[in-house]
C-alpha cells in the first residue's frame, strides 16, 4: 500500500470520534474477534485508522509539510495526512464558520473544516520563559489572528494558522526550544507537571528532572508514535497534587516512604470523554531515576495490549478495566521492566488548592503569582504585553497550569502588589472570585468540529453576570464550573462542581443550544478526601445562554442547605440533595 492508497479522509475522521454514550469504563464484552492487540492478536490492522499510521505514522508527515503543502497550499494535501498525521505535529483542521451545531453529526469531515488550522505548542511541564512567550505572542499576531488559548493540557492553542506558514512557525519555536511534536495524535501527548516545580516552599520534589528524561528520550521516537489512542501523562512533586493525576492514562504522584524516601506513586488508566474511568493506584514507589523506565513500560503496555480494533474502546482504560491494578503491576515489572517495585504508600490528602491562583512564598523568599483569565482565553497582545509587564518586574519565567491559569515566578516581596495591578489591567487575576477561578470551557463550537454548544463566549457572559449576582454571598470555597461544547469532555465536565456538556436541548418545546448538566464531581483537592465523577439528573438540562440563571440558583440553593457545622461541600450536598434542589 502505498502512501495516497490510504483510508478516505471521512473513515479516518468518523473512527477518531468516541462513541456518544456515558458510563464508566468496561472492558470489551468476550468475543471471538480479535481486539487487536498486537501481542496477543498480531499487528494486522483492523481499522483505517490502523492501516494508515502502519503506513506512516506521522512523524514524516513534517516534510510533506515543509516541502510539499507549504508551497502547494491546502488544496495539495493528501487527505489522510490532513485528517490523521497532521496531528501527531499539531495540527488539527478548525471548523468552518457558520455552521450550527445540529448539523455536526450530519456532515462529514470535508464539510466541516476550514482551510484553516488550530496549531497546539507543546509546554511540557507548563515551564515557559518570557522570550519563549514572546514568539508565541509574535505567532499568534502575526499568523493566528491573535488568539491564543491556555488549556487544560497545560500548552497553549493557536487558530486561523495556514499550512503556508508552518515552516516559519517551527523555526520560530525551535529558535527558543520550543515545539509541536506529537502535541496531539495517537502519541504520547505533553507531560503534564506542576507548574510551580522547583520553586515551591513545600515542594517534596523537583520533578522537572523526570519530565525532561521522558520527554528528551520519548518524545519523537518512532517506536511509541503509533499507539491504539492518546496516551496522557503527569507528574507531580507538590502536595496539593495539582496535575489531575486521575484522569491521564500514566501519573506520578510524589509521596515520602517511610523508609525509602522521597519518590512516586504510580497511577494508570484514567481517563474521561464519553466513558469516563479514574485511574488507579498499582501500590507501588516509584524512586526519581526510576519513573522514566517505568513511564515507559507503562507506554509500552499500553502500545502493545491496547485495543485497536474499535477507537471508541482504545483507551488504556479499558485495558485496566479488563486486567485490575494487580495484573498491571505484575506485566509491568515482569515483561517491561525486569524487577519488582516496592509497595508504596498513597500521598496524603492536599491542604492546599491546586491551581495556584493568589500569592505565594518561594523556597527562596522570593514570591509566585498565580492568575486567571477568564476560561483561558488570551491574545497575542496579551502574552506580548504579558512577557513585558514580567521582566519590569525582575522575572524571565512562568508557568501554565492544567486548569487554564498562569503563575508568574521569582518577584521580589516589594513588586507583587504592582505586578497584581498589572494583571489586572491584562484581564488576568490574581485575587479572582471563586466562580472565576473555578470555571474553565472547551474551544467549543468556535473552532472546533465535534462541538455542538458554543462555550467560551457562554462562559465568560456566565462568569461576569455570575459575579455580580453571587457578589453578596460568601462562598465556602471555589465552585468549579466546567463548560463543554459536546460529550467528549476536553473540559473535564465529570470532575467538576458544575459540569455542563454541550448538546442541543428542548426547553419549552423547542430545540436549542444547551447542556447537559452534572453535579458533584471532582478530584482529590484541599476539600475532597476522594475523586468522584459528578451525579447527572434525568431530564436537568441548561440553555446555552441560561448559564447562569441555572448556576445562581443552585449554588444559592446550596448556601441555603448546606451542613455549614459539618463544612459540607458543594460536591457533598449536591450527591444527597433532591432533585428538586437541583432543577
Avoid at 500569592?359 to 488570551?378: C, L, S, W
Amino acid at each position: 500500500m502505498t502512501l495516497h492508497e490510504t483510508t478516505p479522509a471521512a473513515a479516518a475522521e468518523t473512527a477518531a470520534r468516541p462513541a456518544a454514550r456515558a458510563g464508566a469504563a468496561r472492558p470489551p464484552r468476550p468475543s471471538t474477534r480479535p481486539n487487536g492487540q498486537w501481542k496477543i492478536d498480531g499487528t494486522a490492522p483492523l481499522n483505517g485508522n490502523e492501516e494508515w499510521k502502519q503506513v506512516d505514522n506521522g512523524l514524516s508527515v513534517r516534510d510533506r509539510i515543509e516541502n510539499i503543502y507549504s508551497k502547494g497550499g491546502f488544496a495539495s494535501i493528501d487527505p489522510t495526512d490532513l485528517h490523521g498525521r497532521f496531528r501527531v505535529w499539531g495540527l488539527y483542521t478548525q471548523r468552518k464558520p457558520g455552521i450550527d451545531g445540529g448539523r455536526t453529526a450530519q456532515l462529514e469531515p470535508h464539510e466541516l473544516e476550514d482551510e484553516f488550522f488550530m496549531l497546539r505548542v507543546r509546554i511540557d511541564g507548563g515551564q515557559l520563559t518570557t522570550e519563549q512567550l514572546r514568539v508565541i505572542a509574535g505567532i499568534s499576531s502575526e499568523f493566528g489572528r491573535d488568539t491564543a488559548d491556555l488549556t487544560d493540557r497545560q500548552n497553549i492553542q493557536l487558530h486561523w494558522i495556514q499550512v503556508e506558514a508552518m515552516p516559519e512557525i517551527w523555526r520560530r519555536l525551535e529558535g527558543v526550544g520550543l515545539g509541536t511534536t506529537e502535541a496531539c495524535g495517537d502519541v504520547p501527548r505533553v507531560v503534564l507537571g506542576s507548574p510551580v516545580a522547583g520553586i515551591a516552599a513545600d515542594e517534596l520534589i523537583d520533578p522537572t528532572p523526570q519530565i525532561d528524561e521522558i520527554t528528551s528520550r520519548f518524545i519523537g521516537d518512532d517506536s511509541l508514535a503509533n499507539l491504539p489512542r492518546k496516551f496522557k501523562s503527569a507528574i507531580t512533586g507538590h502536595p496539593s497534587q495539582d496535575v489531575v493525576h486521575e484522569i491521564n492514562d500514566v501519573a506520578f504522584v510524589a509521596i515520602e516512604h517511610p523508609d525509602l524516601g522521597i519518590g512516586y506513586d504510580l497511577w494508570v488508566g484514567g481517563g474521561l470523554s464519553t466513558t469516563p474511568r479514574l485511574g488507579e493506584r498499582l501500590g507501588v514507589f516509584v524512586a526519581p531515576e526510576r519513573v522514566a523506565d517505568a513511564w515507559h513500560g507503562v507506554a509500552q503496555i499500553f502500545r502493545d495490549y491496547g485495543y485497536r480494533r474499535l477507537r471508541n474502546k482504545a483507551r488504556l482504560k479499558f485495558l485496566l478495566a479488563e486486567w485490575g491494578a494487580e495484573k498491571f503491576r505484575q506485566i509491568l515489572q515482569d515483561e517491561y521492566l525486569g524487577y519488582e517495585l516496592p509497595d508504596g504508600p498513597p500521598a496524603p490528602k492536599p491542604k492546599t488548592q491546586g491551581d495556584h491562583v493568589g500569592v505565594h512564598r518561594q523556597k527562596d523568599g522570593r514570591f509566585y503569582v498565580g492568575a486567571t483569565p477568564i476560561v483561558g482565553r488570551v491574545s497575542g497582545p496579551i502574552l506580548s504585553k504579558l512577557a513585558d509587564l514580567i521582566e519590569e518586574h525582575g522575572s524571565t519565567r512562568l508557568r501554565t497550569t492544567p486548569h487554564q491559569k498562569v503563575v508568574i515566578l521569582d518577584i521580589p516581596e516589594d513588586r507583587v502588589e504592582s505586578l497584581i495591578a498589572g494583571l489586572d489591567e491584562l484581564g488576568l487575576s490574581a485575587r479572582p472570585s471563586l466562580i472565576r477561578r473555578g470555571t474553565i470551557a472547551c474551544t467549543g463550537i468556535e473552532f472546533c468540529k465535534l462541538a455542538i454548544v458554543e462555550t467560551k463566549a457562554y462562559a465568560t457572559t456566565a462568569v461576569l453576570d455570575l459575579e455580580e449576582r453571587l457578589a453578596q454571598f460568601e462562598l465556602p470555597h471555589p465552585i468549579s464550573l466546567h463548560v463543554n461544547g459536546c460529550p467528549n469532555s476536553c473540559a473535564r465536565i465529570q470532575t467538576a462542581d458544575i459540569g455542563l456538556k454541550g448538546q442541543l436541548v428542548t426547553i419549552d418545546g423547542e430545540q436549542v443550544p444547551g447542556y447537559q448538566v452534572h453535579l458533584g464531581g471532582g478530584l482529590v483537592n484541599a476539600d475532597r478526601d476522594e475523586p468522584g465523577l459528578g451525579r447527572t439528573v434525568r431530564g436537568l438540562k441548561v440553555a446555552a445562554d441560561g448559564i447562569a440563571d441555572y448556576v445562581d440558583r443552585v449554588v444559592k440553593r446550596f448556601l441555603a442547605e448546606r451542613d455549614a457545622a459539618a463544612d459540607e461541600s458543594f460536591a457533598q450536598w449536591a450527591h444527597r440533595a433532591d432533585e428538586e434542589s437541583l432543577q
